[in-house]
Nanobody, 111 residues
Framework: QVQLVESGGGSVQPGGSLTLSCVVS????????INWVRQAPGKGLEWVAS???????VYTDSVKGRFTISRDNAKNTLYLQMNSLKFEDTAVYYC?????RGQGTQVTVSS
């Protein structure tokens, strides 16, 4: 059974940093792609970043240079390091694989 469990969200000021984690069970992340998406208040899901089967990262333009996606194969865990956070990064962040999604973790950027 596939399970994705996100954690690490919180409230930070603009310019701050957070690292999100997604512990995965039910499949091995080191031989497939996996994604981070987010949903801002009142808006639809937005793709943020993916790490591909070969480990290559891809990002949406709005987070390039600020966010870093990575994985720890031994822990079967996906990460999203978020730096230089902006108000518009406020959202619930989910890790996703195909139709599977975790419960999400809230990130709030406010002064």
């Amino acid at each position: 059974q596939v399970q994705l469990v996100e954690s690490g969200g919180g409230s930070v000021q603009p310019g701050g940093s957070l690292t999100l984690s997604c512990v995965v069970s039910g499949f091995t992340i080191n031989n497939t792609y996996i994604n981070w998406v987010r949903q801002a208040p009142g808006k639809g899901l937005e793709w943020v970043a993916s790490i591909l089967k070969d480990g290559s990262p891809v990002y949406t333009d709005s987070v390039k240079g600020r966010f870093t996606i990575s994985r720890d194969n031994a822990k079967n865990t996906l990460y999203l390091q978020m730096n230089s956070l902006k108000f518009e990064d406020t959202a619930v962040y989910y890790c996703t694989k195909d139709t599977h999604r975790g419960q999400g973790t809230q990130v709030t950027v406010s002064s």
